[in-house]
């Protein structure tokens, strides 16, 4: 069963400090997968996309890693700011086709930046 | 350029009773997309329009679930009559050309429906 899973649900952190995310999926087979970041009330935003032949992408303070051998991925966010809360998905596609149904979201990780 | 428009924001109705969700994509994006998430669980597809047609409806859950997309500009989406397990977040995405690494998504900010 292709399925996403993100780990830690909730994640508190102070300003100024690190922090990773985690996603392991068992979509097979694997296009490529996308990290977004949506905001209360907001729709998600698209951060990073990779293949399976990119191991890393940047995108300002959010790093994205991917072992597809594994099938796992992070999303690490340096120098928290209290903008950064927000709920974290993961999104992997299998690129069967052309049918958009064929992504897969996990539940996301909620991020909590405090002052 | 105008993001993805959703309306309304948040709509409470009562079981039984009829709901119109409407989306507006961005102008010149030919493919449409609904999603809902259910409270605690994850985002799931609905249906995806290119134009005016339907490309894949395999995610809608019943046919109290109708979705319209004339002239293939504005979408609704349409739930009658609407049950208690209806109740979440309603998204809407459109994209240029249909979803792939060059072609991100972009979404509304959803319409929060909840049935009491």
């Known amino acids: 069963k292709n399925q996403v899973e993100q780990s830690p649900q909730s994640l508190i952190i102070l300003e100024g400090k690190n922090c990773t995310l985690q996603c392991n999926y068992t979509v097979s087979p694997f296009s490529n997968l996308r990290w977004y970041k949506q905001d209360t009330g907001r729709g998600p935003v698209s951060l990073t996309i990779m293949t399976f032949s990119e191991n890393t992408k940047s995108n300002g303070r959010y790093t994205a890693t991917l072992d597809a051998d594994t099938k796992q991925s992070s999303l690490h966010i340096t120098a928290s700011q209290l903008s950064d809360s927000a709920s974290y998905i993961c999104?992997?596609?299998?690129?069967?086709?052309?049918?958009?149904?064929?992504?897969?979201f996990g539940r996301g990780t909620q991020l909590t930046v405090w002052p | 350029e105008a993001g993805v428009t959703q309306f309304p924001s948040h709509s409470v109705i009562e079981k039984g009773q009829t709901v119109t969700l409407r989306c507006d994509p961005i102008?010149?994006?030919?493919?449409l997309y609904w999603y809902r998430r259910v409270m605690g669980k994850e985002i799931k597809f609905l249906l995806h329009?290119?134009?005016?047609?339907?490309?894949?409806e395999s995610g809608m859950p019943n046919n109290r679930f109708l979705a319209e997309r004339t002239g293939g500009t504005y979408s609704t989406l349409k739930v009658q009559p609407a049950e208690l397990e209806d109740s979440g977040v309603y998204f809407c995405?459109?994209?240029?050309?249909?979803?792939?690494?060059?072609?991100?998504?972009?979404f509304g900010n959803g319409t929060r429906l909840t049935v009491t």
């Open positions: 999104v992997v596609s299998d690129g069967r086709g052309s049918t958009l149904g064929r992504l897969y």
């Open positions: 329009f290119v134009k005016e047609s339907k490309q894949d």
């Open positions: 995405a459109s994209s240029q050309r249909v979803y792939s690494y060059n072609s991100p998504l972009h």
């Open positions: 102008s010149g994006h030919d493919n």
